[in-house]
């Protein structure tokens, strides 16, 4: 299916509502090293990880240039990898995610994956409206209603 560069916050917020397992969908996930670090034990839960070391001589450059988004040094390393890797880069942090786009990085968050599996006939319509109201109502994700009927008008097209 796809590779991704993954945060802590989906991997977090899909354990939250016990659906972590639907993140080996994706064909690898790779994971900053520090990223691994904030969340512990819960990548044993997924079968397709890659944990890869980032040293932050080579994320200083980086790290100057994405300053003004306050970025802790494990959001850092995940960007950077999603850049050098050119791959997806999954994030609920808002900040992570706008730093992201200005390198011109494709960016999902959790909501955004469930509406992605979905339309790659991964889970079936009723899953996805389960899962995405989960999210709202059960996870530790911060999310408004406004972008939780986003994506279910996205799902029900």
């Given amino acids: ?9 989906p991997i ?10 639907l993140l080996n ?3 690898k996930i790779f994971v900053p090293l520090k990223v691994s670090n904030e969340i512990g034990n819960l990548l044993s839960k997924l079968t397709k990880t890659n944990i890869i070391k980032v040293s932050s001589k080579d994320t200083n ?3 100057k240039q994405l300053k003004r988004f306050k970025l802790h040094s494990a959001e850092i390393d995940a960007i950077y990898l999603a850049k050098k890797l050119d791959k ?3 994030t609920d942090d808002l900040a992570a995610r706008e730093a992201a786009k200005k390198l011109e990085i494709d960016v999902h968050g959790s ?7 979905y339309k790659r006939g991964i889970i079936s319509i009723n899953e996805a409206k389960i899962f995405i109201n989960d999210l709202y109502e059960k996870s530790s994700l911060f ?15």
Avoid: Q, Y
């Fill in 1 to 9: 299916m796809l590779d991704v560069v993954s945060n802590s916050g």
């Fill in 25 to 27: 969908n994706f064909t």
């Fill in 88 to 90: 997806i880069f999954l």
């Fill in 12 to 21: 977090i917020h899909f354990n939250d509502i016990n659906r972590l397992k």
């Fill in 143 to 157: 999310v408004s209603r406004a972008i939780v009927d986003i994506a279910m008008k996205e799902i029900s097209k």
């Fill in 111 to 117: 909501i955004g994956i469930i509406v992605l599996f």
């Fill in 61 to 63: 450059n980086l790290s």
